[in-house]
């Protein structure tokens, strides 16, 4: 496998269903555009780790296309986010880990790009970090095939002892925008600092 091989695989996997919004010719341009960087930063970030590998099977995405939140409704994504923050705010006073429940709860926010913050203030949790206005514009769920091809083709790749488990409910996060760390630190909650700026591995 070179890095040619995987800049062209994610390029293909990502034509077939491109993110919300992406114009399957937009996307074209960007790949043609950037793909001399693209194979080069592969290139140096991988090194000889490419030679002899060969790209694994397609992944299967466990989950209906409904249920994934990339195709939620508007209404459907903000009464998410809401039960999210509801539910980390619960978490970090308790100073407790989350239950399987609150777990699916967690995992179901997608930020709050496209959305409404204005109509949906009156229901966040009192003393909560709100989501900042620029997120209206850039906070969108990464799909969650988009996901998956990057684990997949990045994953195999890391030297031995040192793969990352990319299931949500054994991830941890890191972010400077207070209320994207705010579900990130849900699942552990001795990493969230009282000041709820955030968290940091432990």
Avoid: K
Wanted: with cysteine; proline share 11%.
């Amino acid at each position: 496998m070179t890095a040619e091989e995987v800049v062209d695989f994610i390029g293909a996997r990502l034509r077939q269903r491109p993110p919300a919004g992406v114009s399957v010719a937009y996307l074209d341009g960007f790949m043609r555009r950037h793909r001399a960087a693209l194979v080069q930063l592969f290139r140096e970030q991988l090194g000889d780790r490419l030679a002899g590998r060969a790209l694994p099977p397609p992944p299967v995405v466990q989950a209906v296309e409904g249920e994934l939140p990339e195709h939620w409704t508007a209404a459907r994504r903000t009464h998410a986010n809401i039960a999210a923050m509801v539910v980390a705010a619960r978490l970090e006073d308790e100073r407790r880990a989350p239950t399987a429940e609150e777990r699916r709860t967690l995992a179901a926010y997608s930020g709050w790009g496209g959305l409404t913050i204005e109509g949906a203030a009156h229901r966040f949790p009192q003393d909560f970090p709100v989501p900042e206005p620029r997120g209206l514009i850039h906070e969108f769920y990464t799909p969650a095939a988009v996901c998956a091809e990057v684990a997949r083709v990045v994953e195999p790749l890391l030297p031995a002892g040192r793969s990352t488990p990319w299931s949500p409910a054994r991830a941890s996060g890191a972010s400077s925008a207070p209320l994207r760390a705010s579900p990130a630190c849900a699942g552990r909650p001795s990493s969230i600092p009282s000041s709820r700026r955030g968290c940091s591995p432990r």
